[in-house]
């Protein structure tokens, strides 16, 4: 599906504006608030998709709404940014780093389902990032000023997010402790006794059902995992838009590399756990073991979500560091070098200071 949602006054494109939380003209300034009006208009809903249909029809429901688009390929960090203007890449927004190509692909990325637009402005994003680097100890100076907030760049992030119905039966031994008293000798030959605890094991079985909604799995290489989970959560489940291109126009969105059919068994596998330590809460008793779970999940759905991020990233001597902010809630995470130079004046200092305060004390 192809649409263009033109300026009123001047007919350009219109993009998201983070500060004015509206649609705007890049060329004239005019600004569209974002309503159920705009939803109805574009006659879109945030849709789950089948999942069984999305895996045997691949080729089915792709691409980003509009024929403008641009793909580079990182070749040091592998991310893939789509750009849906003309927009010329000269690094990477994950690592800054020069050595990009274009990216070409036989199948578009299926299309988003829904958006969480950005909330929080660069303006916002590049005081909390300036304090919360001023915070940091040991960090090289010059980076303080240079490499920080010239590389600030909004991207959205890929994210699968799965529902499933799911029936599990269980069968386990449930051990129920019960005690005897024991009686022994001492050390001095005395005879003590002592409460000694046993397990009686019975068979046990039961089932549950349980609907998973909206679980997360993210769908990036560019930004480091554990950065990612200091940044979580994104609130998914309240504050989702219909995807449209306007969202996306003017930033950088990220394209998804783990596919679908691999984000499905990631999902399962995460289902699976979750299900065995539901089915572990029942078996009743003490303590149990043997636990054996079967379970079939229906009704499986799925999204293709994009998430806001604020991303700095940088390469300082041969590593890449990144610094990301939740683009919703203003949440930072961040790696950064230290200064060595500045570790060693810290610990020659600290020596000095022992060199001169431990005779004072030798002498008393
Ligand atoms: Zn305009
Ligand atoms: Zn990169």
């Not at 705009?38 to 709404?65: C, H, Y």
Request: aromatic share 12%.
């Amino acid at each position: 599906m192809v649409r263009k949602h033109p300026c009123p006054e001047c007919g350009a494109n219109l993009e998201w504006n983070a500060k004015a939380q509206a649609l705007k003209c890049p060329y004239c300034g005019t600004q569209v608030p974002w309503s159920e009006d705009t939803r109805e208009e574009l006659g879109r809903e945030v849709a789950e998709l089948d999942l069984a249909q999305a895996l045997r029809n691949p080729a089915a429901g792709r691409g980003w709404g509009t024929e403008e688009r641009y793909e580079v390929q990182c070749q040091n960090c592998r991310a893939i940014s789509v750009f849906l203007d003309r927009k010329v890449a000269q690094r990477c927004d994950f690592c800054g780093s020069p050595s990009i190509v274009a990216h070409e692909e036989r199948n578009d990325a299926i299309t988003p389902q829904s958006i969480l637009p950005f909330k929080i402005s660069d303006g916002q994003i590049r005081d909390k990032i300036r304090q919360w680097y001023g915070s940091r100890w040991f960090a090289p100076s010059k980076l303080k000023s240079a490499a920080l907030t010239d590389t600030l760049h909004g991207v959205y992030l890929p994210y699968w997010t799965f529902d499933a119905h799911a029936s599990a039966r269980w069968q386990a031994e449930a051990g129920f402790y019960y005690y005897t008293t024991e009686t022994y000798r001492d050390a001095s030959g005395n005879t003590q006794t002592r409460q000694v605890q046993h397990v009686r094991w019975e068979p046990a079985a039961g089932s549950l059902q349980h609907f998973f909604d909206d679980e997360l799995v993210p769908g990036t290489v560019g930004v480091h995992p554990q950065l990612l989970r200091q940044v979580e959560p994104f609130p998914t489940t309240t504050d989702l838009k219909p995807y449209t291109p306007e969202f996306v126009r003017g930033w950088t969105v990220e394209r998804y590399q783990v596919d679908l059919s691999k984000a499905a068994q990631l999902n399962e596998q995460d289902m699976d756990s979750q299900l065995r330590s539901l089915c572990s809460r029942q078996v009743p008793g003490d303590t149990q073991r043997n636990l054996q779970v079967q379970r079939e999940y229906s009704g499986r759905t799925f999204k293709h979500t994009l998430v806001p991020v604020w991303l700095v990233g940088y390469t300082y001597g041969s590593k890449t560091y990144q610094i990301v902010a939740n683009g919703y809630t203003g949440q930072i995470a961040g790696e950064r070098p230290y200064s060595w130079m500045k570790i060693m004046f810290a610990v020659l200092a600290a020596l000095l200071l022992i060199l001169l305060i431990a005779p004072l004390f030798v002498q008393q």
